[in-house]
T-cell receptor, first 115, second 113 residues
Framework: EAEVAQSPRYKITEKSQAVAFWCDPISGHATLYWYRQILGQGPELLVQFQDESVVDDSQLPKDRFSAERLKGVDSTLKIQPAELGDSAMYLC?????????????FGQGTRLTVV | DAKTTQPNSMESNEEEPVHLPCNHSTISGTDYIHWYRQLPSQGPEYVIHGLTSNVNNRMASLAIAEDRKSSTLILHRATLRDAAVYYCILSATRGSNDYKLSFGAGTTVTVRA
């Protein structure tokens, strides 16, 4: 069964360092999402791509976070510099159609700890 | 975006049905009702979704009130593997070409053996 692949699964980084996460969506899925999930809370959408274009990044802290999906396939989320408050699970999801009548598939996430 | 209200937690016994309520009194006519669940240390997993009619699949059933202001996810026979956080989400259409899933805090379901 096809899956959304994320790496690394776990990342420990020091405050003020740069960190990057990678996501490979299910083949053929045009829509890709990055979510952040703080422990004990629901996931919060950071950025949404349709192919290589950003359609929503209203909740992305643009002073330190960036996201790209250059060829409309895999995607990278970067944080520079990392802060203690960035410790969270970062989830990637994809869906085949950009409509309300479909389902999204999530990866296992990257657990980030900033020390 | 229209909001949903769910109980913080629910407990069930193994092999008994579980009824998870969700209130969405400000739902718009074009909002679909989605349910996802998240097992410990995993990403969310799609469960079911619907618009107006009740829906059934291999995982669960979704009962939607006639006025669409509330819905209930039904797990027919809970197993220990169903212990998870269950999220009720209204898919928000922002235009003809996109939508997003906005998660709340969800309901933590505990299943007793």
């Amino acid at each position: 069964e096809a899956e959304v692949a994320q790496s690394p699964r776990y990342k420990i980084t020091e405050k003020s360092q740069a960190v990057a996460f990678w996501c490979d969506p299910i083949s053929g899925h045009a829509t890709l999402y990055w979510y952040r999930q703080i422990l004990g809370q629901g996931p919060e959408l950071l950025v949404q791509f349709q192919d290589e274009s950003v359609v929503d990044d209203s909740q992305l802290p643009k002073d330190r976070f960036s996201a790209e999906r250059l060829k409309g396939v895999d995607s990278t989320l970067k944080i520079q510099p990392a802060e203690l408050g960035d410790s969270a699970m970062y989830l990637c999801a994809s869906s085949s159609l950009n409509t309300v009548n479909t389902e999204a598939f999530f990866g296992q996430g990257t657990r980030l700890t900033v020390v | 975006d229209a909001k949903t209200t769910q109980p913080n937690s629910m407990e069930s016994n193994e092999e008994e049905p579980v009824h998870l309520p969700c209130n969405h009194s400000t739902i718009s006519g074009t909002d679909y009702i989605h349910w996802y669940r998240q097992l410990p240390s995993q990403g969310p997993e799609y469960v079911i979704h619907g618009l107006t009619s009740n829906v059934n699949n291999r995982m669960a059933s979704l009962a939607i009130a006639e006025d669409r202001k509330s819905s209930t996810l039904i797990l027919h026979r809970a197993t220990l593997r169903d212990a998870a956080v269950y999220y009720c989400i209204l898919s928000a259409t922002r235009g003809s070409n996109d939508y997003k899933l906005s998660f709340g805090a969800g309901t933590t379901v505990t299943v007793r053996a």
